[in-house]
Every structure is written in structure tokens, then in C-alpha cells.
């Protein structure tokens, strides 16, 4: 009986989470950086969850949700790079730091996501248009690849613009090769984008309060390891 007492106290001292006060601190800032950035992206995107919340088919109202797609994504997402960027050096996760990058890339952003989202709106439409006609099962095939393509080849070119200054076509080239080079990490964040708006659709509410930062946090460094880690760093551009 007194060696079941004895076991007792051992047992439960062996179940102690023993983390350094550095770790926790280090903890702590990950997940401060992954609230702000779910904040940030939710506020920057209301009108569009607004809409979807009255709308539950945005493909039968182009002329709503095309402008929303446009303007309201692309920032956020490149504000959201920007800011892990930003304190992944000095862990200062401020909302106003989100703000600052969300204002200082919103015009670059929507420079760099218009030509993706409208190539990857042109191949969703043929991939509805054509898919009952006697050309689709040779044509739907590519115009859906095309639509991933530009989709993927989207995040990889915010999270160029999110730390880079350069305002060159080059990224249009860039992005599509860096996806297609590492198709792997490009197949990981289509997983990871799909699973979150799947959850977010069903769960608006809690999928927006946990999911948003996270899968945008593993996408910003696979996407980063595409641009630098693969072909080689950014090379820079000549002037004149």
C-alpha cells in the first residue's frame, strides 16, 4: 500500500511540462502573431464573408463578387506575409504593424493579383462553359490546370511582393516556374488553402478564428523556400 503512495507522486511529477520561461515566450509570440493575422484578414475580407454569408453561390453573381475577389484577397494575404516577415526578427506582433504593411501593399497587391485571378477566372469559365460541349474532355482538362496554376502561382508572387520592392514582370515568369519546380510544396498549399476555406465555409466563425493564420503562416514559408530555397534568391534587377 505505501509503495502504491510512494508511485504516486513520482507518476504525477513525471506528467510536469518543464519548458523553459524563453519558450513559453517564444510560444506565446507565434500564437499572438497567428491571432493578429486571423484578426486582420477577417476585417480586411468582411465585405466578401458578408456577402457569402447571403449569397452561398458567389459564381451566380459575377458582377458582385468579381470586384470583391479583386480587391479585398490579395492585400490581406500579402499584409498577412508582410507582417510574418516583419516579426519573425523582433516577435513585436502589433495589430498596427498588420495595418501598416495592409496599407503600404495594397496598391503592389492588387498590381500583382489582378492579372492572376483574371487568368484563373478566364479558366474557370471555360471549365463551366465547356465542359458539356464535344472539345471539353480535351480542353476542361487543361483550362482547370491552368486555373491551379494561376491560383498557386498567386500566393508564391504576394509573398515575393510582400518583401521585395521589385515592381517587374519578371514575377508573372517567376511564380508559375517556382510552382511547377516544386510541385510538391505547391500541392501542400492547395491542400492546406482548400481544406481552410472548406472549413471556414462550414464553421464561418470558428474556422476564421483559428485557420486563417496558421495555414497562411505554412503557406508564406513554403513559398519563400520556392523562391530562395529552390532555383536560387531572386537575382537583382538591372536597372536601366
Request: include cysteine; charge should be positive; aromatic fraction near 8%.
Amino acid at each position: 500500500m505505501s509503495s502504491a503512495r510512494a508511485s504516486a507522486p513520482a507518476q504525477g511529477a513525471r506528467l510536469r511540462l518543464n519548458v523553459a520561461h524563453s519558450s513559453w515566450e517564444l510560444i506565446w509570440s507565434h500564437v499572438q502573431r497567428i491571432l493578429i493575422v486571423n484578426l486582420g484578414v477577417a476585417l480586411a475580407n468582411l465585405p466578401l464573408l458578408a456577402a457569402l454569408q447571403v449569397w452561398h453561390q458567389p459564381w451566380r453573381h459575377p458582377v458582385l463578387f468579381g470586384p470583391l475577389l479583386l480587391l479585398l484577397p490579395g492585400p490581406s494575404v500579402a499584409a498577412a506575409f508582410a507582417f510574418f516577415a516583419d516579426t519573425a526578427e523582433d516577435g513585436d506582433a502589433r495589430m498596427r504593424r498588420f495595418g501598416r504593411a495592409y496599407r503600404r501593399l495594397y496598391g503592389p497587391a492588387l498590381r500583382v493579383s489582378v492579372p492572376f485571378l483574371l487568368v484563373a477566372t478566364a479558366a474557370v469559365t471555360d471549365v463551366v462553359v465547356m465542359r458539356t460541349t464535344p472539345v471539353g474532355a480535351a480542353l476542361v482538362p487543361m483550362a482547370a490546370v491552368l486555373a491551379l496554376l494561376m491560383a498557386l502561382s498567386w500566393t508564391v508572387a504576394l509573398a515575393h511582393r510582400a518583401q521585395s520592392d521589385d515592381s517587374g514582370m519578371r514575377i508573372f515568369l517567376l511564380a508559375p516556374y517556382a510552382v511547377v519546380r516544386h510541385g510538391l510544396l505547391a500541392l501542400m498549399n492547395l491542400v492546406l488553402m482548400a481544406a481552410a476555406l472548406l472549413l471556414v465555409n462550414q464553421a464561418p466563425l470558428l474556422g476564421l478564428a483559428v485557420l486563417p493564420g496558421c495555414v497562411l503562416f505554412v503557406v508564406w514559408r513554403n513559398c519563400r523556400f520556392m523562391l530562395d530555397g529552390g532555383p536560387g534568391p531572386l537575382p537583382p534587377q538591372a536597372s536601366g
